[in-house]
């Protein structure tokens, strides 16, 4: 039997809020996952697992607001996030999937074992 040779490697990186945090965390699942998500369509599924849903309206103006953008273009991003299954409809909202959803307030770490298969 050949012995495996193990690589680990640490990074430690500094967000500067919940926002930015999320956004890392879902770009690093975009990459994980060949998903070649959008910054615009990250920054929506971070937003909407910190605020809980995207279904209010003061809630899509305020996204609207922070990255300058309108509100139509949320509409197309939420449909091409529900196709995929990322974002779900849980009654009357819009969310993300609780598979994917962690508390972003405190601080991650992620272990990412990536294989020979």
Known sequence: MVPTKIVV???KKVEVDSFSLAEKYYSILSAINSLKLTNREIQLIAYTA????ISYKHLREE???????TSPTINNIISKLKKMGILIKDKTKVKVNPGIVINFDNNLTLNIKLEHG
């Open 50 to 53: 910190i605020k809980g849903n």
């Open 63 to 69: 996204f609207c607001k922070k990255h300058s953008t």
């Open 9 to 11: 490697q640490q990074i």
